[in-house]
């Protein structure tokens, strides 16, 4: 019986050792990426969770050789890391702005998630929880960050804030020249000082995605300023795939142009000819179009308390402005950093167009005139026809107060210059 069962066994066995498993052998670069995990995880005391390494490790991926390498900082206090990579992204306005820029600068051939390896100087760790590490941990750590990058040999590097930079500079003398040499280096300021401290700044904005478009197209060795200058800066690029516009929202160019030009009639009719208005505002973050100041969000409030003043009056004419530009103001969005592409909320614009009075006709048409008590018949009948309560009756309304007003105003016998950066959101910027 033992005979039989060896025989048995011998035949199962037979053709094992002629299987050869077909294993990948581990890159250096991912090598040095687990030997900073296992080193971090010594310094920092909590062990890292499971979806954020799993997160920041599809970051820095792909482990090949070669391609666009970007260096960070350092991670945020809190990222929704069991939601996966592409909520982390989304999430944050530093990787959802540089996301975007690759997205763009590459044609739509790269993103964080895909081909693009993106490392912190200080992965893991936010240096401000970290008081008890010392300078030499913090070099130590540095050090292994750019043994990481030394063995992903990246085409080219996007060196992006003081500290990475400060970290690469500091190691120039004694990495190793022979895969130095062949990298692009490109130094630029942190996404985050545009769309976290600086939002409103145009330049800061144009140079951040100027850094990013640059290292992008020198992976193929085709960067030229001047292309990029008339492609991004003149507005001929189309809107990437990678910016999403969720119902009701709705992207279409030209009702996003009629609503915004009624929107910028209505604001600008809000304040005093001579008072300065406000901007509009450059991050797809924002709840409101407009950006009011301190002052100006005042200004309205005082000027609601006039809703007793002598029907016509300039005064009483703001009253019933101001509540329309208020939730229009909330209606348009902007769904990108880098370019002019905007969305609208249909459901909430048509609910606004309806609560429309011919009241609120004759104060645009007072304000913009400059004549109190400015009545055009015509266009208030115009304005009431029947009441139609259609989508398409009420922009074709809408865009006929735009029309009356804007004429009214270009008109009026003593026209007050406004600051082109202070009207109409279409020409707030050169680019954004």
Same mark, same amino acid.
């Given at each position: 019986?033992?005979?039989?069962?060896?025989?048995?066994? &011998? *035949?199962?066995?037979?053709?094992?050792s002629k299987v050869r498993l077909k294993l990948s052998p581990i890159s250096d670069f991912? *090598?040095?990426?687990? /030997?900073?995990?296992?080193?971090? $995880?010594?310094?920092? @005391?909590? /062990?890292?969770?499971h979806d954020e390494l799993s997160v920041t490790k599809t970051l820095?991926? %792909?482990?090949?050789? @070669?391609? !666009?390498?970007?260096?960070?900082? $350092?991670?945020?206090? =809190?990222?929704?890391?069991?939601? @996966?990579a592409a909520e982390v992204i989304d999430d944050c306005k530093t990787l959802q702005s540089l996301d975007e820029g690759i997205h763009l600068g590459s044609e739509g051939n790269l993103t964080l998630e895909q081909r693009v390896s993106l490392l912190d100087v200080r992965p893991f760790l936010v240096k401000a929880d970290n008081a008890h590490l010392d300078s030499d941990t913090w070099e130590r750590l540095y050090d292994l960050v750019f043994q990481a990058i030394e063995a992903k040999q990246p085409d080219v590097l996007l060196c992006m804030g003081k500290v990475a930079v400060n970290a690469l500079d500091a190691r120039l003398g004694s990495l190793q020249p022979n895969v130095w040499k062949r990298v692009k280096i490109i130094r630029t300021t942190h996404p985050s000082a545009s769309v976290n401290y600086h939002e409103q700044d145009v330049r800061l904005r144009q140079d951040l995605l100027k850094s990013i478009c640059e290292a992008c197209y020198s992976l193929n060795g085709k960067w030229d300023e001047d292309t990029w200058q008339e492609r991004y800066v003149l507005k001929k690029c189309h809107v990437p795939s990678v910016i999403s516009t969720p119902s009701p929202w709705s992207a279409d160019l030209t009702d996003v142009r009629r609503v915004m030009k009624f929107?910028?009639?209505?604001?600008?009719?809000?304040? /005093?000819?001579?008072?300065?208005? %406000?901007?509009?505002? !450059?991050? %797809?973050?924002? $709840?409101?179009?407009?950006?009011?100041?301190?002052?100006?969000?005042?200004?309205?409030?005082?000027?609601?308390?006039?809703?007793?003043? &002598?029907? @016509?009056?300039?005064?009483?004419?703001? +009253?019933?402005?101001? %509540?329309?530009?208020?939730?229009?103001?909330?209606?348009?969005?902007? +769904?990108?950093? =880098?370019?002019?592409a905007y969305a609208i909320n249909l459901h909430d614009i048509q609910d606004t167009l309806l609560g429309l009075t011919p009241m609120f006709e004759n104060a645009c048409f007072t304000l913009a005139s400059g004549v109190e008590n400015y009545i055009d018949a015509?266009?208030? +009948? $115009?304005?009431?026809?029947?009441g139609d309560p259609s989508l398409a009756f009420l922009m074709e309304r809408m865009d006929r107060i735009t029309t009356q007003a804007s004429g009214l105003w270009e008109n009026r016998s003593q026209t007050v210059h406004r600051n082109v950066r202070f009207i109409g959101s279409s020409r707030v910027v050169p680019m954004l």
């Open positions: 019986m033992m005979a039989d069962f060896n025989a048995k066994i &011998d *035949q199962i066995t037979a053709g094992v991912e *090598q040095v990426f687990e /030997k900073i995990t296992r080193f971090v $995880e010594h310094i920092r @005391g909590p /062990k890292i969770s820095a991926g %792909p482990f090949t050789t @070669g391609g !666009l390498l970007v260096l960070l900082q $350092e991670p945020r206090r =809190f990222h929704p890391w069991p939601h @996966g929107l910028d009639i209505v604001m600008m009719l809000c304040f /005093k000819p001579n008072y300065r208005l %406000p901007t509009a505002n !450059l991050g %797809p973050r924002a $709840e409101t179009h407009f950006q009011l100041q301190g002052w100006q969000r005042n200004w309205l409030s005082y000027s609601r308390e006039f809703k007793s003043a &002598d029907i @016509g009056s300039a005064r009483h004419s703001r +009253t019933v402005l101001i %509540p329309i530009f208020e939730q229009m103001n909330r209606c348009v969005r902007k +769904t990108s950093w =880098f370019l002019p015509q266009q208030i +009948t $115009e304005g009431c026809d029947e």
